[in-house]
């Protein structure tokens, strides 16, 4: 494994994903930023709720 945390690699996996996928919607440099940390705030706050989750199960 590369990172020690699995927290870790999710927000590496997370900023990957959000940056093509803003690539791939947008034109210009200004809407792929945007869109990227906003699709990056939410897999980070979807990860923070599900690894909650998980611990209480």
Do not use: P, Q
Request: proline residues 0%; hydrophobic residues 65%; glycine residues 2%.
């Amino acid at each position: 494994m590369i990172f020690r945390s699995h927290f870790i690699s999710m927000l590496v996996f997370s900023i990957i994903v959000s940056i093509l996928i803003a690539f791939v919607r947008f034109d210009t440099r200004k809407d792929i930023v945007r869109y990227a940390l906003k699709l990056f705030l939410y897999m980070c706050v979807g990860v923070i709720i599900f690894s909650w989750f998980m611990y209480f199960l």
